[in-house]
């Protein structure tokens, strides 16, 4: 069994509307759906939310657009959430203090080990 990254860390089951997002932010949304596909489950609000998250415990600002289409960084990304919802990272972030340890973690890629 392989772990699962699960969306209710960073939002409610409300979800957003399509009107609720900004074009250019669907945009990245979607390259990180695309480049990630362990998050291709989930919804749109859930990787806005990480996302955001991600951008202000990592990199010190509101939104890290420059990360986008960059794998070796949204690969950080992912480490980051995976160490929020294993409890390795505090979820709330310490305003760009985090990217060393979400660096770690994505370099070690624990999600993918096989978990008897």
């Not at 480049?35 to 291709?40: H, T």
């Not at 990272?89 to 999600?111: H, S, V």
Request: aromatic share 12%; proline share 5%; net charge negative.
């Amino acid at each position: 069994m392989t772990f699962v990254f699960d969306e209710l860390v960073w939002v409610t089951k409300a979800g957003a509307k399509p009107e609720d997002i900004h074009p250019d932010d669907q945009a990245d949304i979607d390259w990180l759906r695309s480049a990630l596909p362990e998050l291709a489950h989930w919804g749109d609000l859930a990787i806005m939310g990480a996302f955001g998250a991600y951008s202000e415990a990592c990199q010190a600002i509101s939104w890290t657009d420059w990360a986008i289409g960059r794998p070796e960084l949204s690969g950080h990304f992912l480490g980051y959430v995976y160490g929020v919802q294993t409890g390795a990272i505090a979820k709330g972030g310490n305003c760009g203090l985090d990217d060393a340890e979400a660096e770690r973690i994505a370099a070690q890629r624990p999600w993918a080990e096989e978990k008897p």
